[in-house]
């Protein structure tokens, strides 16, 4: 996604995207989603190249895409019990920083 959808200021990004792997923190981890704990909606950063075939592949339960968004409902989950002002403020971050869009298939 290079520097369309990440700040090439980010010391972690590599020339094939970024070096932390899955110890990348979970803004990170969640991107090109965004979470609004207040609506409990995702939305996406209308700007990223690859929300086309993000959206396509949600039709299939067994996609990247699928697992992706699985993985984030996990892990918003558990910060819906223990740390909703990060989930606040990490949306209130995204919606200061990118074009959001609502995601069309809410899993």
Known sequence: MGS???????????PRGCTMGE????SCKLYP??????SKKFSFDS????????????????????AHLASMQTAIAALHKTDVAFLREN?????DYFDLKPLRRQA
């Not at 700007?47 to 699928?66: G, I, N, R, V």
């Open 4 to 14: 369309v959808c990440i700040e090439t200021a980010c010391t972690h990004l590599g």
């Open 23 to 26: 110890d990348k923190p979970l």
């Open 33 to 38: 989603l965004s979470y609004n704990p207040r």
């Open 47 to 66: 700007d990223c190249p690859l929300m086309p075939e993000y959206q396509a592949q949600l039709a299939s339960p067994t996609s990247e895409a699928s």
């Open 91 to 95: 949306h209130r971050i995204d919606s």
